[in-house]
């Protein structure tokens, strides 16, 4: 159970070092995107599709982030099979894939956002999949509690 924990705790250090990342990227987004179209050669035309496209997607990431630093503390507190644990897997699901909708669009504009697309729909499968999981064991474990 400690490496567990461990493994939970450095999971959610990540989370919370990820958060404080995407907060500095949400102010200096527009210095980071006009330094790479000035060092790949892009037109200047790359600036507005690219950081829309960003701030577009910053809240579905803060969203990630929060759903997910909810559920490992619950996990931290033993709570591992309940709903609300396969409720925040559902939402960080919706959430990769609106990002992947998002990333689509922005495709469209700037070519190489496509492979986002194609990585952010399957990260979101692969957490449907451990929702579908999760959700089975929620079941098996409320059907034990149930029994004498």
Request: aromatic fraction near 14%; include cysteine; proline fraction near 3%.
């Amino acid at each position: 159970m400690k490496k567990q924990n461990r493994s939970a705790w450095l999971s959610l250090t990540l989370v919370y070092i990820f958060g404080a990342l995407l907060i500095v990227l949400a102010f200096t987004a527009p210095l980071l995107v006009r330094t790479y179209i000035e060092l790949t050669v892009r037109p200047e035309t790359m600036f507005l599709p690219v950081t829309t496209a960003f701030y577009v997607i910053f809240p579905l990431a803060a969203a990630t982030l929060v759903a997910l630093a909810r559920l490992l503390r619950r996990i931290l507190r033993g709570e591992v099979f309940v709903s609300a644990n396969v409720a925040a897997l559902r939402l960080i699901s919706y959430l990769l894939y609106a990002a992947a909708l998002v990333l689509f669009v922005a495709g469209f504009f700037y070519g190489p956002f496509f492979i986002l697309t194609a990585a952010a729909a399957f990260i979101a499968t692969v957490v449907r999949v451990v929702k579908n999981c999760f959700d089975a064991a929620v079941l098996l474990k409320d059907e034990n509690e149930l029994t004498i």
